[in-house]
Nanobody, 126 residues
Framework: QVQLVESGGGLVQAGGSVRLSCAASTRTFSRLAMGWFRQAPGKGREFVAAIGRSGYTTDYADSVKGRFTISRDNAKNTVYLQMNSLKPEDTAVYYC???????????????????WGQGTQVTVSS
């Protein structure tokens, strides 16, 4: 079983930046493809960004391209989401997710992930 713990959320003004971290409790983190999803009040959980296990392949939702960057440090068992130029519509609970994979692919669908964190709130004020 893999436990994922997010951190780094909080209140930020529009135009500001926040970096989220997700720490995984596994010695085989390098075998996990990772993703970030978010859920705004009254809405379903949606894809934000994904990264392959090597870190060389990434994918982003159109709404965050050019503003958010996903990265990982396999030595620290951690995946990050750097969020810049934040907008009020980015307000949501952000979740990290993981799945074991034998490929370098990323995964962009909720159903493709087996492990989820508890989420961290990001609130962007206008």
């Amino acid at each position: 079983q893999v436990q994922l713990v997010e951190s780094g959320g909080g209140l930020v003004q529009a135009g500001g930046s926040v970096r989220l971290s997700c720490a995984a409790s596994t010695r085989t983190f390098s075998r996990l493809a990772m993703g970030w999803f978010r859920q705004a009040p009254g809405k379903g959980r949606e894809f934000v960004a994904a990264i392959g296990r090597s870190g060389y392949t990434t994918d982003y939702a159109d709404s965050v391209k050019g503003r958010f960057t996903i990265s990982r440090d396999n030595a620290k068992n951690t995946v990050y989401l750097q969020m810049n130029s934040l907008k009020p519509e980015d307000t949501a609970v952000y979740y990290c997710a993981g799945r074991f994979t034998g490929t370098v692919n990323y995964y962009s669908l909720l159903s493709q992930y087996d492990y989820w964190g508890q989420g961290t709130q990001v609130t962007v004020s206008s």
